[in-house]
């Protein structure tokens, strides 16, 4: 069974950073494309960004509003994925989803929990 | 702004048919793009409903069902039934933004 457990999540500051992890199993992470994908509360869902599997050359794309400000990376050996997020505004206030890309799809067929970030002073 | 637009809320007596629209433009939909519907009940994460158009992972029944044309796709909910009280999402790629883009989600009430 896949499974994909996000942790990291809190307060932070504004301008402050944090990272999160997601823990994955029942599948084979390091063939595996994974995103972060958010969600403002009371909002709907926004994509932050991508990593492409290692195999696949490990690309790395974000959505305009994270670019420059997060980065998405892999541990393939631990079988995890962080979102490493700097300079956080209070407009990134919002639950983080951890999920899997079936292998050059378009879509998540699994998700995470997800895990609250809040930027507040 | 949501790049895909959805109607906010859409409701539906128990047994009755729902559609949701999901409207798009040439970067994305109209370009070829697959889209995917989630489907996200209150208090936890989204789910897959259907992916690349039309497809149903397992598990999912087929009282649900993706359409797709032009710039548009529709997702039908047929056989209504109190369990699907929750907020459906549509996705696709957009080609000009270069990544993902959501609808911003529709409610659904089953009355």
């Known amino acids: 069974e896949v499974q994909l457990v996000e942790s990291g999540g809190g307060l932070v500051k504004p301008g402050g950073s944090l990272r999160l992890s997601c823990a994955a199993s029942?599948?084979?992470?390091?063939?595996?494309?994974m995103t972060w994908v958010r969600q403002a509360p009371g909002k709907g869902l926004e994509w932050v960004g991508r990593?492409?599997?290692?195999?696949?050359?490990?690309?790395?794309d974000y959505a305009a509003p994270v670019k420059g400000r997060f980065t998405i990376s892999r541990d393939d050996s631990k079988n995890t994925l962080f979102l490493q997020m700097n300079i956080l505004k209070t407009e990134d206030t919002a639950v983080y989803y951890c999920?899997?890309?079936?292998?050059?799809?378009?879509?998540?067929?699994?998700w995470g929990q997800g895990t609250l970030v809040t930027v507040s002073s | 702004q949501s790049v895909l637009t959805q109607p906010p809320s859409v409701s539906g007596a128990p047994g009755q048919r729902v559609t949701i629209s999901c409207t798009g433009s040439?970067?994305?939909?109209?370009?070829?793009?697959?889209v995917h519907w989630y489907q996200q009940l209150p208090g936890t994460a989204p789910k897959l409903l259907i992916y690349?158009?039309?497809n149903r992972p397992s598990g999912v029944p087929d009282r649900f069902s993706g359409s797709k044309s032009g710039t548009s796709a529709s997702l039908a909910i047929t056989g209504l039934q109190a369990e699907d009280e929750a907020d459906y999402y549509c996705?696709?790629?957009?080609?000009?933004?270069?990544?993902?883009?959501f609808g911003g989600g529709t409610k659904l009430t089953v009355l």
């Open positions: 999920t899997r890309v079936p292998g050059g799809a378009t879509q998540a067929d699994n």
């Open positions: 996705q696709s790629y957009d080609g000009t933004l270069g990544g993902w883009v």
């Open positions: 029942g599948f084979t992470f390091s063939n595996a494309w």
């Open positions: 990593i492409k599997s290692k195999i696949d050359g490990g690309r790395t």
């Open positions: 040439s970067s994305n939909i109209g370009a070829g793009y697959d």
């Open positions: 690349v158009n039309r």
